[in-house]
């Protein structure tokens, strides 16, 4: 089955510095990756994917990441703000393919 | 479009009693998911359909535990006898075509509460 671990349960950033959020996977065999966010008492919504042809995927202060040969993804927010406190969460495909299989998240915390 | 709509927001029950969550996909999407989030196990598939078709219930984590898609806008998740351990938050997502590469919509979950 694949596996999907994000190592640090929270961070805490400046305001207006970088915040890196990184996820290890065990299966290199799928095409996507993705990034969810999550608010206090609301469901996670998508963030940003990246296909495995690509290994960087732009999308205004996000970008992520994909080092295929080490299976990690990382999320970085530039310049962070303290709208992006929330858990982020890695999703990866899971072993029927339209089901996703989540990291157990990691918490920002941005400081103004 | 008013997104996933899940009912109710909170359920706070006694053990033993039948609990029923409610599920409104995204009017479209042919795909819709049943997940639940506890600090433990952080976010779990349970079940997913595919046209109103269950497709995989392996993480449906006991008998207990029940799913119907009668139509395409309308899900349910059923929990019968409830326990303590079934406390958690449940999700409902859904999507165009599986959404791999797009993501799923969820909903804002409901809050289980078995005392």
């Known amino acids: 089955d694949q596996q999907v671990k994000q190592n640090s349960p929270s961070l805490s950033v400046q305001e207006g510095r970088i915040s890196i959020l990184n996820c290890d996977y065990t299966n290199s065999m799928f095409d996507y990756f993705l990034w969810y966010k999550k608010y206090p008492a609301e469901g996670p919504t998508f963030l940003i994917s990246i296909s495995s042809i690509k290994d960087k995927n732009e999308d205004g202060r996000f970008t992520v990441f994909l080092n295929k040969s080490a299976k990690h993804l990382s999320l970085h927010i530039v310049p962070s703000q303290p709208g992006d406190s929330a858990v982020y969460f890695c999703a990866v495909p899971g072993a029927g393919s339209y089901q996703l299989t989540f990291g157990k998240g990691t918490k920002l915390s941005v400081i103004p | 479009d008013a997104g996933v709509i899940q009912s109710p927001r909170h359920e706070v029950t006694e053990m033993g009693q039948e609990v029923t969550l409610r599920c409104k996909p995204i009017?479209?999407?042919?795909?819709l998911f049943w997940y639940r989030q506890t600090m433990m196990r952080g976010l779990e598939l349970l079940i997913y359909?595919?046209?109103?078709?269950?497709?995989?219930d392996s993480g449906m984590p006991e008998d207990r535990f029940s799913a119907k898609m009668p139509n395409a806008s309308f899900s349910t998740l059923k929990i019968q006898p409830s326990e303590p351990r079934d406390s958690a938050v449940y999700f409902c997502?859904?999507?165009?075509?599986?959404?791999?590469?797009?993501?799923?919509?969820f909903g804002s979950g409901t809050r289980l509460t078995v005392v």
């Open positions: 997502a859904s999507s165009l075509g599986g959404g791999i590469a797009y993501g799923y919509t």
């Open positions: 359909f595919n046209n109103n078709v269950p497709i995989d």
């Open positions: 009017s479209g999407h042919d795909y």
